[in-house]
C-alpha cells in the first residue's frame, strides 16, 4: 500500500491509521488515547484500561507516559488498569511475565490508582479466572490497547480458541504453534522450546463489550494479520477481523503492517 503517512482509511466500523513508522504510529495513538482518557476522567471521575503487554506496544507505552509526546499530562491517579493475558505458570517477577512488561513499561513511570495483576502462578486457574472475571464485571472497561498478532489472535484467542460469543471473560488456552512462533520472532523467548503451551487470557466478549479499542499494529510480519483484519471475511480464521464490527475502534499501522493492503 504505497502511501504517504498519515493516511486514513475505514474497514466497516473500523478506522485506519497509517502511520510512517513505529515512532509515528506510536506517538499518534499516544495523543489519541491520552486525550480520550482526559475526556473520560472529566465526565466519570475515574477510567478503567486494559492494556496489552508486547513488543508492539513499546513505542505507544513510551510516548503514553510523556507527555510531552502525548500532548498532556494524564491525572494517572484515576486509572485503573487490567492486562489482557499472561503465561500459566509465571511469576511477576519472571522477566517474560507480562505482568513485568506493564512494569517495565508503564506502571513504574507514572502513579497508576490501581493496578489487577493477573496471578498466573497460581495452580487453581479456575479460581484466579473467576476473580479476574469479577474484577473487570465491576464497571464497564472505558478502553482497551491493544494489539494484534501474527495469526491475527486479540489477546490469546487464536485461531483455533476464539470464540465471538465466549461466555467467559478470562479463559486457560492452549497457545497454538504460529503464536509461539511469534513469541520468538519478538525476541521474547530464545527458542520455541522455551515458549509456555498455555496462557491466561480475556475473551474476545472483552474486547467486543469495551467502549473504545486503541489498536496498535506496527512491523512488516504483521502485514498478513493486517490484511486479513481489514480486508478478509469476519471469521475466527482470523479473531482480529471482529474488530470491525466494534463501534469505536481505531487501528494504527505504519507502512510497513500496511504493505499488503
Known amino acids: 500500500m504505497p502511501v504517504t503517512a498519515p493516511h486514513y482509511l475505514t474497514a466497516g466500523r473500523l478506522a485506519v491509521e497509517v502511520h510512517a513508522d513505529r515512532p509515528a504510529l506510536g506517538r ?3 495523543r489519541a488515547v491520552a486525550a480520550h482518557l482526559h475526556g473520560v476522567i472529566a465526565r466519570q471521575g475515574e477510567a478503567r484500561v486494559i492494556f496489552a503487554c508486547a513488543p508492539s506496544q513499546d513505542q505507544f507505552l513510551a510516548a503514553l507516559i ?69 474484577l473487570l464485571r465491576e464497571k464497564p472497561i472505558d478502553l482497551i ?20 460469543e465466549d461466555p467467559q471473560l478470562v479463559k486457560v488456552v492452549e497457545l497454538d504453534l504460529a503464536c ?6 519478538d525476541g521474547c523467548f530464545p527458542t520455541l522450546a522455551d515458549v509456555p503451551l498455555h496462557a491466561f487470557t480475556l475473551t474476545v466478549s472483552v474486547f467486543r463489550q469495551a467502549k473504545r479499542l486503541s489498536i496498535h ?26 474488530l470491525r464490527l466494534h463501534p469505536d475502534a481505531t487501528l494504527y499501522i505504519d507502512t510497513a503492517s500496511a504493505s499488503l493492503l
Open 28 to 30: 499518534a495513538a499516544a
Open 66 to 134: 510523556d507527555p510531552a509526546q502525548c500532548g498532556l499530562a494524564l491525572d494517572w491517579s484515576r486509572i485503573t488498569a487490567f492486562h489482557m493475558d499472561d503465561y500459566v505458570g509465571l511469576t511477576a517477577a519472571h522477566s517474560q511475565s507480562f505482568r513485568s512488561y506493564l512494569r517495565e513499561h508503564l506502571l513504574r513511570h507514572v502513579p497508576i490508582g490501581h493496578f489487577h495483576p493477573l496471578p498466573a502462578e497460581e495452580k487453581d486457574a479456575a479460581a484466579v479466572a473467576a476473580r479476574y472475571s469479577a
Open 145 to 164: 490497547c491493544m494489539g494484534i498478532g501474527e495469526n491475527g489472535h486479540i489477546a490469546f484467542n487464536d485461531p483455533p480458541v476464539a470464540d465471538f
Open 180 to 185: 509461539r512462533q511469534q513469541q520468538v520472532n
Open 217 to 242: 499494529v506496527p512491523g512488516p510480519l504483521k502485514a498478513p494479520a493486517v490484511r486479513a483484519t481489514v480486508q478478509g471475511p469476519i471469521t475466527t480464521a482470523c479473531p482480529a477481523s471482529i
